[in-house]
């Protein structure tokens, strides 16, 4: 049982569960891998478009994040394998202060995962999975869904492409996040077009893919990130499938993973 994509509490958006929690309860649910992967701090010229400004970590916590993994790592060596990472945003336009945070901490990463969360309209920046009123107003600021969601697998595409420097993560974090919200605003037909064509840029780049179970619980989504069908399209390319839970809280852990068939996984790592 392997989860690579784990929040702490380093989120400010997410609880103050501890580690400690997180790793007792992995290994009570039978986990042999996990990957903690914090939402990396944003670039400082970047503005965060929510507004609590509480995205990323702050940069000021990172070696202190780092420490802590490292010493639980030796702590639990003999129980389960704990790999330090982060979540990273490909934010279009700030590649060079991404790659240099990932060239300064990429020594001390094990695993991480390479996210699009913001999308930039006509007016202003949006993160398209904050909340349905800011899902809204970046459908009107880019004239409908069809260029909403024609925004988001163009900037997927572009970090998978991107040029980040050697610590470039390697696995893409929850592909149809822009789903979040289906059923609120629905997506537009021949969307599967576009998250196909993406895979196949997944395929050429030799990425990973985040099977990330928390869409299950979201109330307007109720379905994995990607679904179903787009997954068994990527493990039948050969894509590697990497399961998530995106827990951010220890109640999240292991969360749609009973949705999921777990023989398209990768587990090595």
Same mark, same amino acid.
């Given at each position: ?15 103050a ?36 400004k509480?995205s ?72 398209i ?15 409908g869904?069809?260029?909403?969601? &024609? %925004?988001?697998?163009?900037? @997927?595409r572009?970090?998978?492409?991107? +040029?980040?420097? $050697? ?5 893409? #974090? ?9 059923d ?48 068994? &399209? %990527?493990?039948?390319?050969? @894509? ?5 839970? +995106?827990?951010? $809280? ?5 969360? #749609? ?13």
């Amino acid at each position: 049982m392997r989860d690579g994509h784990i929040h702490t509490p380093y989120c400010p958006h997410g609880t103050a569960d501890s580690f400690k929690s997180y790793i007792e309860k992995a290994i009570s649910i039978g986990y042999d891998t996990m990957t903690f992967t914090e939402h990396a701090p944003l670039p400082t010229s970047f503005v965060d478009p929510v507004p609590e400004k509480d995205s990323g970590m702050a940069l000021a916590e990172v070696e202190s994040y780092l420490s802590d993994i490292n010493r639980l790592q030796k702590e639990y060596k003999d129980d389960i394998s704990i790999q330090a990472g982060f979540e990273v945003d490909y934010i279009e336009g700030y590649e060079r202060e991404t790659e240099t945070f990932l060239n300064r901490y990429g020594p001390e990463l094990d695993d991480s995962i390479l996210s699009v969360h913001f999308i930039k309209g006509n007016s202003q920046w949006y993160c398209i999975d904050y909340s349905p009123d800011m899902y809204e107003e970046a459908f009107h600021d880019l004239g409908g869904s069809n260029h909403l969601y &024609q %925004a988001y697998f163009n900037n @997927l595409r572009k970090s998978a492409e991107a +040029d980040l420097g $050697a610590y470039k993560p390697s696995r893409i #974090g929850h592909m149809t996040l822009i789903r979040k919200f289906k059923d609120l605003y629905p997506s537009p037909p021949g969307w599967e077009v576009r998250a196909e064509q993406f895979l196949k840029v997944l395929k050429d780049q030799g990425m990973e893919l985040d099977y990330n179970g928390a869409g299950l619980q979201k109330p307007h989504c109720k379905e994995t990130y990607p679904p179903k069908s787009i997954a068994d &399209q %990527a493990s039948s390319m050969g @894509l590697p499938l990497v399961y998530g839970s +995106d827990a951010h $809280a220890v109640s999240g852990l292991k969360q #749609g993973f009973s949705e999921i068939d777990p023989r398209i996984l990768s587990f090595n790592r």
